[in-house]
């Protein structure tokens, strides 16, 4: 089953390629305005221009090209394409599973209706991989990973549409092309349960957390040039291991505690982060 999609077919069923262009062209660009509402909206990039110019006040050590251009590639590695912000292991398995199967996911679909080729067998198999990676991520954090579900012993099934909008559209959009992929039928009511879902998930940008996963990285790349410059985002620099930071204790007695000391390391670990 994973070696054809109903793509192929949609052609037969009398749309042709040059429409199924045009509708990839204009989730694209729902994405790209949505995304600059939200921006205007929140006002994150004045945000994130004026905490820079702060930053750049306040910074002990003066950056070069070179050093930044090593940031970003960590940021890209560590924080971009392995989740490193994520400690929870599992949690980060969601995560790289749910991004990865959006990305070959829709990579695959925009190959194959760009190329007018529906039906070439590596990327209708990575086209399914993809729906299943996706479906497994977002169907994963949903009941196990959501957001104040376990922390506030709220149920999993409780929902919030302007904050579950993206997981929703996820959840919808992968379900609905591996039925319509099995079923089999170019044109029914497995594509238009399809098209809804794309629509809602590529659409509704400016009401869910779609536009989140681009300003995280940004904001990843800013924490760290604020902690490689010294600034460190007008935070305390000292931990309690550091021998300065001990000096400064008003207790004698804990001036050497060690990091994990006291019952606090018995409590239990928040499960959705």
Not at 9 to 28: F, N, R
Not at 222 to 244: F, H, Q, V
Not at 258 to 264: A, C
Request: charged letters at 20%; hydrophobic letters at 50%; glycine letters at 6%.
């Amino acid at each position: 089953m994973i070696t054809h999609t109903p793509i192929a077919l949609l052609e037969k069923a009398g749309i042709p390629y040059e429409t199924m262009q045009t509708y990839v062209i204009i989730m694209i660009a729902l994405v790209i305005v949505m995304t600059i509402m939200d921006m205007l909206h929140k006002k994150s990039a004045k945000y994130f221009f004026n905490n820079a110019k702060v930053a750049k006040e306040s910074a002990t050590r003066e950056l070069g090209a070179g050093d930044k251009i090593g940031i970003a590639a960590a940021t890209i590695a560590t924080d971009v394409l392995s989740a490193g912000e994520f400690n929870n292991p599992i949690r980060r398995i969601v995560h790289l599973l749910t991004m990865y199967g959006f990305i070959l996911f829709n990579g695959a679909t925009a190959v194959m209706i760009f190329t007018n080729n529906g039906a070439d067998a590596m990327w209708t198999q990575i086209w399914h991989i993809g729906a299943i990676m996706l479906l497994i991520g977002s169907f994963w954090f949903w009941f196990c990973f959501k957001v104040d579900v376990v922390a506030e012993a709220n149920s999993p099934f409780s929902i919030d549409l302007k904050r579950d909008a993206f997981s929703l559209s996820l959840m919808a959009t992968s379900v609905s092309a591996l039925i319509w992929s099995y079923n089999g039928n170019a044109i029914g009511w497995e594509f238009a349960l399809v098209i809804l879902a794309t629509a809602s998930l590529f659409g509704g940008v400016y009401w869910s957390k779609f536009s989140h996963m681009f300003f995280k990285p940004f904001a990843a790349y800013d924490k760290r040039i604020t902690k490689a410059d010294g600034s460190a985002e007008n935070l305390p620099t000292l931990t309690r291991d550091d021998s300065e930071q001990q000096k400064r204790h008003s207790m004698e007695l804990l001036v050497d505690a060690p990091m994990d000391m006291g019952l606090g390391i018995k409590r239990e670990k928040p499960q959705h982060y």
